[in-house]
């Protein structure tokens, strides 16, 4: 990807003025301030709508800028040296000295962190002397955003800036492995579970679904289009969109597919944006058929669950 350095230099402008902008991730886009700021993180809870026990997830160029901010342990330097840059959050333990707004962490003792991989992104980090909190650029509760067009879609002309990049090339959010004592998912996302824990060579506790929220991305209702969504149908009613794995003959209409073949990695590129698709499209409701329970399927039955609870 070509990158454009004066694109970048305008982010950094607004970004040093505790302003936000939303910037492109392999992930999902990203609506991000000042981390150190508190004026930015408050923007970012405000635009979002998001509440404020929901803590943020700090971004990184890599782990020597966040020396100064987190303690580090050997599961962490494992996963990094395998992972990073890449899809997935870590929760470690806040050094006494940091400089992380208590508005990003919601005044805890642990900050969520990761290590984008966007090559705009990746430059945007490295010019800056802060990193940036950086929730999905959507409002609390909505569809994620995975291209610039969403995130104009979503806010208009609240955010100062959107820094394009492209479609995310992965699609869902990352995964979030708290590492401060024995490994547990806090969120399913872009990395799969199984890889994480051969990586560890550890059991990993999943806590997806905790009565408190001690991550971002853990709550009930999330991901949702606005309408209802039914999941494992195999009989649509009337007036509905039906979204499935793969195509399907004969091709109707209301069909929408998430894949030519049923590729899962391809069907988690295509959920979002498939999404808002049938929601521009006027329909009041929404019929999933069964999607498989394995790698990536797992996340994108998990976004599918937590927007159902519409």
């Known amino acids: 990807m070509k990158i454009n350095l004066a694109n970048i230099k305008k982010a950094q402008k607004l970004l040093n003025k505790s302003e936000c902008v939303a910037i492109p991730t392999e992930t999902v886009y990203g609506l991000a301030g000042n981390a150190y700021s508190d004026v930015a993180c408050k923007k970012i809870f405000r635009l979002k709508k998001r509440p404020r026990n929901n803590p943020l997830i700090v971004h990184y160029y890599n782990n020597l800028d966040l020396k100064k901010d987190c303690n580090f342990n050997n599961k962490f330097l494992k996963l990094y040296e395998k992972f990073c840059p890449g899809p997935i959050t ?108 051969k990586t560890l060579n550890k059991k990993i506790v999943k806590s997806i679904n905790p009565s408190k929220v001690s991550s971002p991305g853990q709550s009930k209702l999330h991901y949702s289009p606005g309408i209802p969504i039914r999941l494992n149908v195999k009989k649509i009613k009337d007036g509905e969109a039906y979204l499935m794995l793969k195509k399907k003959k004969p091709n109707k209409v209301n069909y929408f597919f998430l894949s030519n073949k049923g590729n899962l990695n391809e069907a988690a590129k295509n959920l979002y944006s498939t999404l808002r698709k049938i929601k521009k499209n006027n329909y009041k409701s929404i019929a999933v058929d069964k999607i498989p329970n394995k790698g990536l399927g797992k996340t994108i039955n998990d976004r599918l669950l937590r927007a159902s609870k519409f």
């Open 90 to 197: 870590f929760i470690l333990d806040l050094k006494r000295n940091s400089k992380i707004s208590k508005i990003a962490t919601n005044k805890k003792k642990t900050l969520a962190v990761r290590f984008p991989k966007h090559p705009v992104t990746r430059n945007l980090l490295r010019s800056l002397k802060f990193p940036l909190a950086a929730p999905s650029a959507n409002i609390s509760s909505k569809i994620s955003a995975v291209h610039s067009t969403d995130v104009k879609e979503d806010f208009g002309k609240k955010i100062k800036y959107i820094l394009k990049g492209g479609k995310s090339s992965i699609g869902l959010e990352s995964t979030i492995v708290d590492l401060r004592n024995k490994p547990k998912i806090l969120r399913l996302g872009g990395l799969e579970l199984s890889i994480i824990r």
